[in-house]
């Protein structure tokens, strides 16, 4: 399902937070990325039809956005925070999910439903004991329940240990091989790993929005690696926008986003999403 968002903007009284968003994208995991306070939630909950957008048109194929109801058919929303009944096990809660949405379920498809999520052999389990990951995985089956040809995800792997995080990602990548999924995360590694396309968002501006290949590449050339004496990595950190600093011993390896060679011992090395969406975001 193709989704198309044209000249969207959202006021809040007088404040723009979302900025004439034009975007297009369908079949695949689509990521959104951008810092703290972007909008990126605010996008998600409009396109979820749960916020009302101030003006511009948003369209799942033909359907505009405020068709709520039948909007609400074919999509599958997963949002930051959720809660279970503590008391319910986590059959019940996707039966009860079910239900509220006029979906019947028999036990074998909830199991099977279950399955997809690999919380099967815990259907019996009350919601109070599940793990985070186990939580966000039944929040995804929850958020499946329809079948919806759209999945929205609003930071589906925050606080998940790695191994979690790479159960959620195999599984969001697996349901975009037939469905459209919009991945929204603080975490570029988890787009570089999982999606065709991204966009990226800042202060409620759509600043980027194209494959992450291409992305990567505006980056080449700009990423260092220097290895400096403990007492010198102050000097780089002033001047440089410094991604990361790993302490050896007694010197400190810094990872530099620059145009120029920061000094004569830099190495040029291969750019990551991260190194790419920083280098965005920071205008090097
Ligand atoms: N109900 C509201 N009333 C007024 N301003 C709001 C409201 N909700 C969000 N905002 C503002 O809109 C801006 C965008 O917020 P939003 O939650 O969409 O950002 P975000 O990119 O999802 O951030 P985060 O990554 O921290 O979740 C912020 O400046 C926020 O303060």
């Known amino acids: 399902m193709k989704i198309q968002i044209k ?28 810092p703290n306070g972007a909008g990126k939630t605010t996008l998600i909950r409009i396109l979820s039809t749960l916020l009302s957008k101030t003006s511009g048109e948003i369209y799942y194929d033909n359907l505009k956005v405020d068709n709520k109801e039948e909007i609400r058919k074919i999509i599958g929303y997963l949002p930051q925070e959720f809660s279970f009944y503590p008391n319910f096990t986590v059959y019940e809660t996707l039966d009860y999910f079910a ?65 979690e995080r790479i159960r959620v990602r195999n599984m969001l990548s697996d349901f975009g091989k037939t469905k459209t999924v919009l991945l929204s995360t603080h975490i570029a590694q988890d ?58 011993e007694d010197k400190i390896s810094l990872r530099i986003l620059s145009k120029e060679k920061p000094s004569l011992n830099a190495n040029n090395i291969s750019p990551t999403l991260e190194d790419a969406y920083m280098k965005l975001i920071k205008e090097v």
């Open 191 to 248: 787009i570089q790993l999982s999606c065709k396309s991204l966009s990226i968002l800042n202060k409620g501006k759509l600043i980027y929005s194209g494959t992450v290949k291409e992305i990567i590449k505006e980056a080449e050339g700009y990423v260092w690696n220097l290895n400096v004496d403990f007492g010198d990595s102050e000097q780089y950190m002033d001047k440089y926008n410094v991604i990361s600093s790993i302490t050896d």
């Open 7 to 34: 000249e969207l903007e959202k006021y809040y009284g007088a404040n723009k937070i979302l900025d004439r968003i034009n975007l297009t994208f369908d079949e695949g995991i689509h990521g959104l990325l951008g």
């Open 99 to 163: 239900s509220l949405s006029n979906i019947k379920l028999n036990k074998k498809e909830i199991l099977d439903r279950l399955e997809i999520v690999h919380l099967q052999d815990i259907y019996k389990a009350k919601t109070k004991t599940l793990s985070g990951g186990m939580k966000r995985r039944l929040g995804i089956a929850v958020a499946m329940v329809g079948n919806p040809e759209v999945l929205i995800v609003d930071e589906p792997t925050a606080g998940l240990d790695p191994e």
